[in-house]
Each structure stands twice: as structure tokens, then as C-alpha cells.
């Protein structure tokens, strides 16, 4: 045991004299990927499963081929059976990648409002001022955020603005943040409706 | 109705809850490694080589939720030295990156060992099952099916680079055994793995660590399985080296075993072609259940080194050369000692 301990050591030694050697070629360090059994699995895509050590041998020796080339003969991730490969041909290929459906369904969700801007690279929505027919002296604007590719509300992000006509002038109205919620429940019910109807 | 979503002041009228998930998706994927392997044993047995194919496919499904949590689950089919169906267990990974794995969930320990480069393709020259030498950082890392390991997302406690794994599983109502010929298995574990990654200069470093304890069903048995495992790699560049150690007890079918495993190597990428070299040297004194201190040391130390080609992305060509030197209770044993070669290729799908 004493002998393999100050071996393990020596190894460590000389694998730094071995680092100290060679020159940098544009590593990005930033990335951190860890070099644990673990860390490799979970960035290779692989589905194997672990569980045990010769399942997760199994799991390792595949995500390192993936790992190594870029992936597998069906993409990162194997083949998928269902929607997800026509969810990933109908995102914006330039620009944010940004949830389609999130998208349209931000859309349809607001579309009696008026438009002042929208960028669907970017996944930014955000309307003009709009008044109600049955409440005149308040009005209201949207700030819709697509900030991701998976359909789930941490994807989704809506701020709205209202003001009160007061004696002429419009006022800001303290925001309601449950009013927000509700309206992003209404994007996400609206988004998957639009996706089931696709699938 | 639905336009007049912002009547009043309020934005309100309530449009219904989202209360379904999203539609299920499905994949599957896997690997199959095809190749010749030779060996040469220092015996005098004559030298051999034959066709080696290995293949494994993994179905998986999954669904998330509205609140992001995603659920997934399924099964992998694997021919590769025995036929076996594997099952995933059932993993919930929650909107902050950490996820927590049900069933068939494993130890926390092995997930955090750190990967040393070495010599690959298929191993030639086989090993002796009464060879007890330990085979792995992950050496005695077992865990039964019913238990869980939950994993922190990345940079854990607000720490960068930092993450960990924790897990237990429980089978208190296995049938005792008794004597040294009962087979023994696993009862209760517990095992705790961190992993640490960071920049020194131009390089990143990883360090993982792992603890794993477990006892057994044996009434007789004196040792039990606690095992730990240290390691680092560096990456500077397209030059990996790393180094890994392993100590501990741990019992396996009828006997238990007292070992250690050390492995380093190294790894240098250019272009498609990646180099690995690498050694590996474990022992165990593997004794009877029951029985304390009367063994001397089985041991493999094993030195490899290979050439892996990218011919596209999912498959990698590789040739692949490894002497071994195994002993039995002390003694060569010059019919599982020898040299090795593989050529072969890997395909992932």
C-alpha cells in the first residue's frame, strides 16, 4: 500500500512536470469540464445507464467515443422517436435559440394587443399600450422574454406595466406579479397546444 | 374570454392553469465495439487471437414539466460478454441543474472517480476469476437496487467547479448467510463523491474523491465494504495526464478482500488521431469469508497503450498493445501474464 501510495504521488509530479511542457492551443479554460466518470457521461449524451461499476464502464467507454467524435451516427444524443426532432428543425437558426412554440404562442396569446416590437432571434415581444373597452381610463403594455430552446416556464418570462388615468395623466400602477404568472400560464397553455396539434 | 385578458387593472381573467405536461419524448441509442483481439501469454500456450464484439442499445424516455422538472427513465439490452437488460431506474433533474436518481441508482462514489487515460480496445488476455485483485478506482463501489443518489448541479454551495453526489441504499431483509462459502450480498450503503474542477494557469484541473461504505448479509464475515478513491487530471491543451488511487475493503461473491489500485496515464490529441498510454497496478489479499490476515496478495499491473482514430463522428478506429503481469497468491501465473494486441472500431448510434 506505502509503495503505491508514493507512487500515485510521484505520477502526480511528473504529470505536472508533463502539463508545465506543453504549450497552450487556444484551450478554453472557462469551460470546466470536469474529467470524472460522471461529468463524461452527462456531456457525452449517452444513455447508457450506470448503477453499477462495469454498467458505468459500459457508459464511459461510449461517451468517450462520443465525446471523442463529435457525437454518434444518429446525432449527440441517439435517435429520437416523436416530436423533439421537429421542435429542433423550427428553431430560429440564427440568433438566440429560442422555444418555437414559446414563441408563437406568445403571439397568438397577446395578438388583440398592439405590436410596438418583435424580435424572434432574440425571443423579445413587446407591446404597445392597450386599454380595455371596459376599464377606458387604465392601460396596460407587455414585456414578453423567450430566454431558452426547452418549453418550461423558466423559459418564459412576462413583465407588464399599467397605468391609471388620474386627473389627466397616467399614472403607474404598482405591477402585479400573480397577473404576470397567470399570463405566462396562458403562453405555456397556448404553446403546447399548438405543439400537440403538430405532433 | 380570452381578448379581454386585461380587463381593469388587472391582467387576470384566469386562462387556466398549466397543469399538463409537455408531450413525452422518446430516443434511443448505443454502441457496438467489433474488432480482432490476440493474445500472447508468457505460458506455454500457443499464441491466439479471435473475433471480439461487444454491443450495447439503451432506450430512454422522458417528459417534462411545467415547473421543468424532467423524469426520465428506461432500459438498455447489452451483449458484451453476457447477455444482460439493464434498467435506468427512474432520475428527476430539477430546474437547478441537480437531479436525483431512483432505483438502480448506484454509488455516489464511482460517479466522481476520475477518468485516466490508458490503453484501449478490448482486452486480449484475460484475467482469472479467482483473481481478486482490485480492478478499478471504483473498486467495492456496489450498492443494491433500491436506494437513491442525488447529484448537485454544477458549482454547488456557490462554490465554482464544485459538485457532489450522495446516495443510500437500503435492503435490510436480505437472508443472512453464514460460513465461508455463503455468497454474500449487499445490504445498506451509503457513499459520498465531490469533484473539484479548476484553472491553474493554462490548464484545468480535476480532482475527484469518493467515499463508499456498505455492509453485508454475512453473519461471519469480518470486514465490510469500505472503500475510498482519490484522483486528478490535468488538461492543458491536447494533453491530458491524470492519476488515480484506490484503497480499501470489500467483500465480492465468497470472499473478502483488502486492496488497493493505482493508474496513470496519458493522453495526447492531434487532429483526429488521439495517443494513450497508460498503467495500472492493483492487489487485494483476498481471504474467505471469515477469515482474517492468512492470504498473500493477488495482483495485476497491467501497462497499455493505444491509438485511436476519428474515421466519423460516432465511430473511432483503434489499435490498441498491453502486456500483463498477474499473480495468484503471490505466485506469476504465466497463463493469464503476457502481451495483447487489438485493432477494432467503435461505432455510437
Not at chain 2, 116 to 130: D, F, K, L, Q, R
Request: include cysteine; glycine fraction near 12%; charged fraction near 20%.
Amino acid at each position: 500500500m506505502n509503495r503505491k501510495f508514493i507512487l500515485f504521488f510521484l505520477l502526480l509530479l511528473l504529470s505536472s512536470f508533463l502539463v508545465s511542457c506543453n504549450k497552450t492551443r487556444g484551450i478554453d479554460t472557462s469551460k470546466l469540464e470536469a474529467q470524472t466518470v460522471g461529468a463524461k457521461i452527462k456531456r457525452s449524451g449517452t444513455l447508457l445507464p450506470g448503477g453499477t461499476p462495469e454498467k458505468e464502464q459500459r457508459a464511459l467507454e461510449d461517451a468517450e467515443n462520443r465525446l471523442r467524435t463529435g457525437g454518434g451516427l444518429l446525432g449527440k444524443k441517439g435517435m429520437s422517436l416523436g416530436e423533439n426532432n421537429s421542435e429542433k428543425t423550427t428553431t430560429a437558426a440564427i440568433g438566440f435559440p429560442i422555444n418555437p412554440y414559446l414563441w408563437k404562442g406568445s403571439l397568438e396569446t397577446i395578438d388583440f394587443m398592439p405590436l410596438a416590437s418583435a424580435d424572434p432571434f432574440a425571443g423579445i415581444i413587446i407591446t404597445d399600450w392597450y386599454s380595455g373597452q371596459s376599464a377606458p381610463n387604465e392601460r396596460c403594455k407587455i414585456n414578453i422574454f423567450i430566454k431558452g430552446y426547452e418549453m418550461k416556464t423558466d423559459n418564459l418570462k412576462v413583465n407588464s406595466f399599467c397605468q391609471s388615468l388620474s386627473n389627466g395623466q397616467w399614472v403607474d400602477i404598482r405591477n402585479n406579479i400573480d397577473n404576470d404568472a397567470k399570463l405566462e400560464n396562458a403562453i405555456l397553455n397556448k404553446a403546447k397546444k399548438i405543439r400537440l396539434s403538430q405532433s | 374570454m380570452k381578448k379581454e385578458l386585461l380587463l381593469a387593472t388587472a391582467l387576470a381573467t384566469t386562462v387556466g392553469a398549466a397543469g399538463v405536461a409537455e408531450a413525452a419524448s422518446a430516443s434511443y441509442s448505443g454502441h457496438t465495439r467489433v474488432g480482432v483481439a490476440a493474445t500472447n501469454p508468457d505460458s506455454s500456450n500457443s499464441d491466439s487471437y479471435g473475433g471480439s464484439q461487444m454491443s450495447s442499445l439503451s432506450f430512454s424516455v422522458s417528459e417534462t414539466t411545467d415547473a421543468g422538472v424532467k423524469i426520465a427513465t428506461g432500459f438498455a439490452l447489452a451483449d458484451e460478454g453476457t447477455d444482460e437488460v439493464d434498467s435506468s431506474g427512474l432520475t428527476l433533474t430539477f430546474t437547478d441543474g441537480s437531479s436525483l436518481q431512483l432505483i438502480e441508482a448506484g454509488s455516489a462514489s464511482g460517479a466522481h472517480a476520475v477518468t485516466v487515460p490508458g490503453g484501449g480496445g478490448e482486452v486480449g488476455i484475460t484475467n482469472t476469476s479467482a483473481n481478486n485483485a482490485a480492478g478499478g478506482l471504483d473498486t467495492g463501489t456496489g450498492a443494491d437496487a433500491v436506494g437513491f443518489d442525488y447529484a448537485t448541479a454544477a458549482d454547488a454551495f456557490g462554490i465554482e467547479g464544485f459538485s457532489a453526489n450522495v446516495s443510500a441504499s437500503f435492503n435490510s431483509d436480505v437472508t443472512a448467510t453464514s460460513g465461508a462459502a455463503g455468497t454474500v450480498s449487499i445490504e445498506n450503503s451509503y457513499a459520498v463523491g465531490v469533484t473539484y474542477v479548476t484553472t491553474a494557469g493554462d490548464s484545468t484541473v480535476t480532482v475527484g474523491t469518493g467515499y463508499n461504505q456498505a455492509d453485508h448479509n454475512s453473519e461471519t464475515a469480518t470486514k465490510d465494504n469500505a472503500v475510498f478513491h482519490v484522483g486528478g487530471t490535468v488538461v492543458t491543451g491536447d494533453l491530458t495526464v491524470g492519476a488515480g488511487y484506490m484503497d480499501g475493503d470489500w467483500l465480492a461473491d465468497n470472499e473478502q478482500m483488502s486492496g488497493s489500485y493505482v493508474a496513470a496515464g496519458a493522453k495526447y490529441v492531434s487532429g483526429d488521431i488521439t495517443f494513450n498510454v497508460g498503467m495500472t497496478s492493483g492487489d487485494a489479499a483476498d481471504e474467505s469469508i471469515g477469515v482474517s490476515g492468512t492470504s498473500v496478495e493477488d495482483s495485476v499491473d497491467v501497462l497499455g497503450a493505444s491509438v485511436d482514430y476519428v474515421i466519423a463522428s460516432g465511430v473511432t478506429g483503434t489499435v490498441g498493445y498491453r502486456t500483463q503481469d498477474v499473480k495468484e497468491e503471490g505466485t506469476d501465473s504465466q497463463t493469464h501474464s503476457g502481451s495483447s494486441w487489438y485493432v477494432g472500431a467503435t461505432v455510437s448510434f
